[in-house]
């Protein structure tokens, strides 16, 4: 079964970029059957999609955050990673990684909150 | 801008049956294949039906999904008071990438 596990810092300052990883284990990153993403939930709101990409590396952005985000795997580490950049306080949320979120068996890690600080 | 949109709420009492709604903002935007989620706080979403309208083992057959062209439903029977938790509709195409739904918060009474 897989596992995933967020990790990275839990307050980034405004205007710099925050910084996401995920470790996978249990299955490897570059297997066909696992496409992976990101999805964050700010305070008191739902979910939001942020990111995904495919093993082949196809990356898929939210439109509305397509110019601050980058999405990558690095199959060494049999990790994938969020970056996004210019964070304000509308960042603030807890942030998941995932994987198969729309066919599943999806995976989930547990969840980190980052906040934004001014 | 494409949205998905729930009730902000819905409630029921042990045993009955609750629907939630998921309505799409553009005609279409249901054509793909809605899944539901399932989020109790604290811990993380668990995918309780998936595109091809399959449930995981983990999940039991009191919960069931309906679409049309402009709609789809999350219904659930003989609600148990574990069912409390948020529901989200959530839809993925290539155009619109990932969406979720503003999500229903289920409570039990």
């Known amino acids: 079964q897989l596992q995933l596990q967020e990790s990275g810092p839990g307050l980034v300052k405004a205007s710099e970029t925050l910084s996401l990883t995920c470790s996978v284990s249990?299955?490897?990153?570059?297997?066909?059957?696992?496409?992976w993403g990101w999805v964050r939930q700010p305070p008191g709101k739902g979910l939001e999609w942020i990111a995904s990409?495919?093993?082949?590396?196809?990356?898929h952005y939210k439109a509305s955050l397509r110019s601050r985000v980058t999405i990558y795997i690095d199959t060494s580490k049999n990790q994938f990673s969020l970056n996004l950049t210019s964070v304000t306080a509308a960042d603030t949320a807890v942030y998941y990684c995932?994987?198969?979120?729309?066919?599943?068996?999806?995976?989930w890690g547990q969840g980190m909150l980052v906040a934004v600080s001014s | 801008q494409s949205e998905l949109t729930q009730p902000p709420s819905a409630s029921g009492t042990p045993g009955q049956r609750v629907i939630i709604s998921c309505s799409g903002s553009?005609?279409?935007?249901?054509?793909?294949?809605i899944v539901w989620y399932q989020h109790v706080p604290g811990t993380a979403p668990k995918l309780l039906i998936n595109?091809?309208?399959q449930r995981p083992s983990w999940v039991p057959d009191r919960f069931s999904v309906s679409k049309s062209a402009t709609s789809a439903s999350l219904a659930i029977s003989g609600l148990q008071s574990e069912d409390e938790a948020f529901y989200y509709c959530?839809?993925?195409?290539?155009?619109?990438?990932?969406?979720f739904g503003e999500g229903t918060k289920l409570t039990v009474l």
């Open positions: 995932a994987n198969n979120l729309w066919t599943g068996p999806s995976y």
């Open positions: 249990g299955g490897s990153i570059s297997s066909r059957s696992y496409y």
């Open positions: 990409i495919y093993y082949r590396g196809d990356t």
């Open positions: 553009n005609s279409g935007i249901l054509s793909d294949s």
């Open positions: 595109s091809n309208n």
């Open positions: 959530a839809t993925w195409d290539v155009i619109l990438k990932g969406l």
